[in-house]
């Protein structure tokens, strides 16, 4: 006889198993961050551009107080942004790290539309193909296989380089 312990135990395994994705599109493409480095999903916000930044760079937003950097996902994959419907587009608010200082950072992320969350057991989840490595695509966190889906992970510390992040900064605090 199982008591209510070993129902409760056996579900915690089976939710340490499998990590919840807040899933999008960009271009063509369904991708996913892991639900906690995402603090909400809006739609789009007036942009207020900053000189001097990489073309994927849009600017920023002022969501609630908050000015927060603006990164277009179709632009940062080098994704054709035909067939994307301007109404269906979100941003996602996400919470990425700063790791140089330990903090974390809201980044604004524009996509073409959110979807779902969806549970993803970790060993559907591959590491990223070798092709998809190095400084070019290494926010490739994985790609996880939900029924006959495949989903792009992002790693969400990595959509901006120590660079990228570190240019936008000085460009924030450059703003008169």
């Known amino acids: 006889m199982r008591t209510f312990f070993q129902k409760e135990q056996k579900a915690t395994v089976a939710a340490e198993d499998t990590i919840q994705l807040v899933t999008f599109r960009v271009g063509g493409q369904d991708c996913g961050l892991a639900i906690n480095s995402v603090a ?9 551009p900053l000189p001097r930044m990489p073309q994927f760079i849009e600017g920023v937003i002022n969501l609630r107080g908050t000015i927060i950097p603006v990164v277009d996902l179709r632009k ?12 269906r587009a979100r941003m996602l608010i996400t919470k990425g790290a700063i790791p140089e200082k330990g903090e974390r950072e809201l980044l604004a992320l524009v996509v073409d539309g959110a979807d779902e969350v969806i549970p993803i057991a970790r060993k559907d989840i591959a590491p990223p193909p070798e092709a998809a490595t190095g400084t070019q695509a290494d926010f490739i966190g994985g790609v996880g296989k939900a029924g ?3 989903i792009i992970i992002l790693d969400i510390q990595r959509i901006l380089s120590r660079q990228e992040r570190t240019d936008l900064a000085e460009a924030h605090h450059a703003e008169p």
């Open 40 to 48: 909400e999903v809006v739609r789009p916000l007036r942009i207020t």
């Open 76 to 87: 940062r994959f080098v994704v054709d942004a035909a067939g994307s419907d301007e109404r």
């Open 148 to 150: 006959d889906r495949l």
